[in-house]
Every structure is written in structure tokens, then in C-alpha cells.
């Protein structure tokens, strides 16, 4: 049966009027200023609504014209925009927002799709968000919430926000169109939340088929208590740990605000680290550089200190490149791998063969004792839609009939991909060539993992890529785990 979208959206409209209003449309509503509402849009990408509220509060007591902004430089942009997400890179489009302006517009905010585009940090998001709500245009604004319950609703099967956008424009009702983002980013913040959604009080749940949807459980004996706190894990290839902490490495870390960190290839030691990573807030980390130096080597940050920590795989040959960091906690082990690379022509096949025989050994004797987390680079993309031109990539490293024999050998012992527990869609990818202009055209490779054993995968809660995080060839990839 199709999703009853005309009976459900109304309803939704009464349910989510008692909620709090999204920061935007908060701002849209008491200054009714494009400027204001296009600087409080820039300034919520990656942002929870309270810490735009404030910084926007702070920053148009110092400027709320064009004219004012243009006044100020990008460090007190930065003091004043601070701790809004990655408020360095947001300081600087602010800075140049005036002149765009000026120079292109006559000083006004555009009205149109393709003039919003070209305003500096300005994405697809933020210019329908600007359209709709300062100008009451007709534009769909496709947000984290609005991708991810369209999906939920099976009212979509798509794998990208714009995709999204594309078919609810041939879908939804145009008088819904303005009003879709608030309605569901209400919605999406209180009940139907990314994390364990809230669907034993919601209001639409006899409709909705929950496709992908792991909802929480509520134990009515202990008043509301849902079993362990979910635990949310971070990977990721950073290419360089000093070149990821000049691309906004902490900031992203602050953002994404998880448990624990595993970093691959961060190509340092701990001697040679810049001051502000030597003690990362709230963590404990963890190093195994490579013997060489800028090359290979893997941390993890936590916020929980473990009980015990390995470092590497118990083998001389195999721990030079410090690959494998293993640490113990008191209900799993955690362990962060940067498997080699097979080299062109798997010149190196035959000593990642080796080193992948001993690491599921290691995974194996672990997961005896208790649950088991694997993260990281695995360097292998596992199925052809794994990547984007399996075909033209039978015989190169990373997609060899030989590594990928292993990463069946993987699952058939048990341990379960975690994404695609969640996500079975193709052009999903973790890696992409700095060449080409690839990342752009989505040409990847899916090469970094969650896997967990068996007997743990009703622990998994969600299983994500983060393709919109930059700072590296790679982007982090994350599990909920409870
Ligand atoms: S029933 Fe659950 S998954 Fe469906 S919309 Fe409601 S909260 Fe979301």
C-alpha cells in the first residue's frame, strides 16, 4: 500500500505545532530579513539549533547588514560565530558574503535557485531553505531529516539528499513544498530521531513501515529506562593527522562528539604533534605510530579509559607499520586496523595476505570472550557495488580476487559488514581518488568498515557513512552501538 502522504502530513503539522520551532524558521519569523535568514542558514549546517541561536543572536548585535559584516575580520567572525560547526571555514564564507552580495546583487540576497548557488558556502540546502522561507518560494529544502524519513516512509528509495529533492518534486504537493523542512525537522528532532526513533508514542506509527528503522525499546517496569546507553564510534582514514588538523580535523571531532575515535594513516608520532593535538578535550588517546616516520601508523581516542590496550598483532614483521590498535572495555573489544595496501601490480598481496590470516585470528581468539568491534581502512572494497567501476578494477589492489576472497572469509566466520546491515544501496563510498575530480562525481570505493561478530549484532543500533565530512581522500564512517 502506498504511503498515505495527504493523510499523514497534516496530521503531522497539528502534532510537531507544540514542538520547538526550528532555529530558521524561528529567525524568519521574528526579523522577517533575508540577510538574517541567510547568514542563521549558513551558520546551522552541522549545528544543534540552541548553538545557532546563540551565535546568531551574538553575531547580528554586531552586524545585521551586509554593510556591518563586511567590518569585521575573520577571526572576530570566528570569536563570535564560536562553537557553531566547522566555524572556521563558516567565518571565512561570511567575510566574502558581503561583497558577493555587492558586487553581483546590489547588495540584496537573491531569490533564485541559481544566484543563491554562487553566494559563497552556499549549498543546495541553504539556497531552497533561503527561497522557502525568506521569500516563500516554492522549493523543496532536503535536509539530514527530510532524506532520512521520505526513506523511512518508503515515499523515496534514494540514496542522496538531492536525489531526494528530485523525487519529491514530482511527488509531494507544491503547498507542501515550503513547509516539509520545518514539519520534519520538528518531527525529526523530537520523535522520529536518527537514533532509536521514538516510534511507541508516535503519532503515525500505524502507517509508517519503519523500512530500516531500528526503534527503541521501553521497558515500562523500570519508567522509561532503554537498557545500556547507546555508544556512538568514529573512523577514519585521516591521510595525515597534521593535514586533517589544518582541514578542521578538532572541529569535526567536536561536532561529531563520539565515544571513541579510531584514526587510521595518521602518519606522525606523538613527538611530532602540533600543540592543540597533543590533548584532544575529553579524550585518553592511544598512539601506534609507524617505525618510519610519516608513514601509516593508527590512534584511538576515547572517552572511557579501557582496561587494557594492545598495540599491533603480535608479530615483529606485521607491527613496523603500526597497523592494529586493540583495546579492551569492560563488555567489547575495540580494535582499529589500516590494513596494507597490495601495491600496484599486488607487488605487497602476498604480506597483506599474511598480515589479514593473522588479524582474523586475532579477531577470532577475541570474540570468544566477548563482543567484538572492528574498525578501519580494511583497504579492499568487498562486492561490486562496493565501487564504482568494479570491471575496469578485477586485477588492482584493493578489489583482487584474493582480498576479497578474505573479506568472505571474514563474513562466513561471522562478523557482519555493519553498513550494509543498514543500507543496501550502490554508490555508497568511503574513498575516492584525489585525481579526476572524483569525490566530486561520486567515483569511489566503499574500503572503511564497522564489522562486529555474530553474536553482537543486536548491539548494532545504526551504521553510517559520513560522505559529507571533509578533511581527507576518505570520510569517517560510524556506528551506534549499544
Ligand atoms: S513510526 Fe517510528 S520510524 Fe515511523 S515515523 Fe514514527 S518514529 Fe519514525
Redesign the pocket.
Known amino acids: 500500500m502506498p504511503f498515505p502522504l495527504e493523510t499523514i502530513l497534516p496530521l503531522l503539522e497539528r502534532e510537531v505545532s507544540s514542538y520547538q520551532v526550528p532555529v530558521v524558521d524561528l529567525i524568519a519569523a521574528q526579523t522577517r530579513d533575508p540577510f538574517k535568514i541567510l547568514v542563521a542558514t549558513l551558520l546551522s549546517a552541522r549545528t544543534k539549533d540552541e548553538v545557532t541561536a546563540t551565535a546568531s543572536r551574538r553575531l547580528f548585535a554586531r552586524a545585521g547588514t551586509p554593510y556591518e559584516l563586511e567590518r569585521l575580520t575573520v577571526e572576530e567572525l570566528e570569536t563570535l560565530i564560536y562553537p557553531v560547526g566547522f566555524f572556521r571555514n563558516k567565518a571565512k564564507f561570511l567575510s566574502r558574503l558581503p561583497a558577493a552580495l555587492k558586487d553581483r546583487f546590489g547588495g540584496a540576497v537573491p531569490q533564485d535557485l541559481d544566484s543563491l548557488l554562487t553566494l559563497p558556502g552556499v549549498g543546495r540546502k541553504t539556497a531552497n531553505l533561503v527561497m522557502a522561507v525568506a521569500f516563500h518560494r516554492p522549493a523543496i529544502c532536503v535536509d539530514t531529516h527530510v532524506h532520512r524519513?521520505m526513506n523511512?516512509?518508503g515515499v523515496v528509495r534514494t540514496t542522496t539528499p538531492l536525489q531526494t529533492e528530485m523525487a519529491l518534486q514530482q511527488i509531494l504537493p507544491e503547498r507542501y513544498w515550503i513547509r516539509i523542512n520545518a514539519i520534519l525537522v520538528a518531527f525529526g528532532q523530537g520523535?522520529?530521531t536518527p537514533v532509536r526513533?521514538?516510534?511507541d508514542q508516535?503519532v503515525?506509527?500505524k502507517w509508517?513501515p519503519?523500512i530500516g528503522?531500528t526503534?527503541r525499546t521501553v521497558d515500562k517496569k523500570s519508567s522509561g529506562h532503554n537498557g545500556p546507553a547507546a555508544k556512538k564510534f568514529i573512523s577514519w582514514n585521516v591521510n595525515g593527522l597534521r593535514a586533517a588538523w589544518k582541514n578542521g580535523l578538532l572541529e569535526v571531532l567536536r561536532d561529531l562528539d563520539a565515544d571513541i575515535v579510531a584514526l587510521q594513516e595518521i602518519k606522525i608520532h606523538p613527538d611530532q604533534l602540533p600543540d592543540p593535538l597533543r590533548q584532544v578535550d575529553g579524550y585518553q588517546v592511544f598512539w601506534n605510530p609507524a617505525k618510519k616516520k610519516g608513514y601509516a601508523g593508527t590512534a584511538v581516542l576515547t572517552k572511557t579509559a579501557p582496561l587494557r590496550v594492545w598495540h599491533g598483532l603480535d608479530s615483529p614483521l606485521l607491527d613496523e607499520e603500526g597497523r592494529v590498535l586493540t583495546l579492551e572495555f569492560a563488555d567489547f573489544y575495540f580494535i582499529n586496523v589500516y590494513a596494507p595496501n597490495a601495491q600496484p601490480e599486488l607487488r605487497r598481496l602476498a604480506f597483506k595476505q599474511d598480515f589479514n590470516r593473522t588479524l582474523l585470528a586475532h579477531m577470532d581468539r577475541l570474540s570468544r570472550d566477548k563482543s567484538l568491534v572492528l574498525c578501519g581502512d580494511l583497504n579492499v572494497a568487498h562486492k561490486e557495488i562496493d565501487l564504482a567501476n568494479p570491471k575496469a578494477n578485477v586485477r588492482n589492489p584493493g578489489f583482487s580476487e584474493q582480498e576479497r576472497a578474505w573479506m568472505d572469509a571474514v563474513i562466513a566466520a561471522g562478523y557482519i559488514d555493519t553498513f550494509r546491515k543498514f543500507d543496501p544501496s550502490p554508490a555508497r563510498y568511503t574513498w575516492w581518488s584525489y585525481r579526476f575530480n572524483a569525490r566530486a562525481k561520486n567515483i569511489g570505493w566503499r574500503i572503511d568498515y564497522f564489522l562486529v561478530d555474530r553474536a553482537s549484532e543486536g548491539r548494532v543500533v545504526d551504521a553510517a557513512i559520513l560522505d559529507d565530512v571533509i578533511g581527507s581522500d576518505h570520510c569517517p564512517v560510524s556506528m551506534i552501538f549499544r
Open positions: 524519513i523511512i516512509w520523535t522520529c526513533p521514538h516510534c508516535c503515525i506509527e509508517c519503519k528503522v526503534p
